[in-house]
């Protein structure tokens, strides 16, 4: 299954890659990670940003997300 998912975020980051961008400039850097532990930091620099933001739910939300 995780397999599957990766290829998913492979052709997901191809999509994004050739979708028409404003003013034709591309300045998306796309990686897909697979690493547990590469998402695990993100996630708990997300929680640790949350409280510093304007919108503490929506770090929160997307920090469980990637957990």
């Known amino acids: 299954m995780k397999e599957v998912a990766i290829l998913a ?3 997901m980051a191809a999509s ?3 979708a028409p961008k404003a003013g034709g ?6 990686v897909v990670l697979t690493d547990e532990g590469d998402l695990t930091r993100i996630a708990q620099t997300m929680k640790d940003y949350a ?4 919108n503490e739910a929506f ?6 997300n990637i957990e």
Do not use: C, V, Y
């Not at 770090?59 to 469980?64: F, H, I, K, T, V």
């Open 51 to 54: 409280p510093k933001s304007s």
């Open 9 to 11: 975020a492979n052709l």
């Open 16 to 18: 994004a890659r050739t």
């Open 59 to 64: 770090w929160r939300r997307d920090a469980d």
């Open 25 to 30: 400039k591309d300045f998306l850097e796309i």
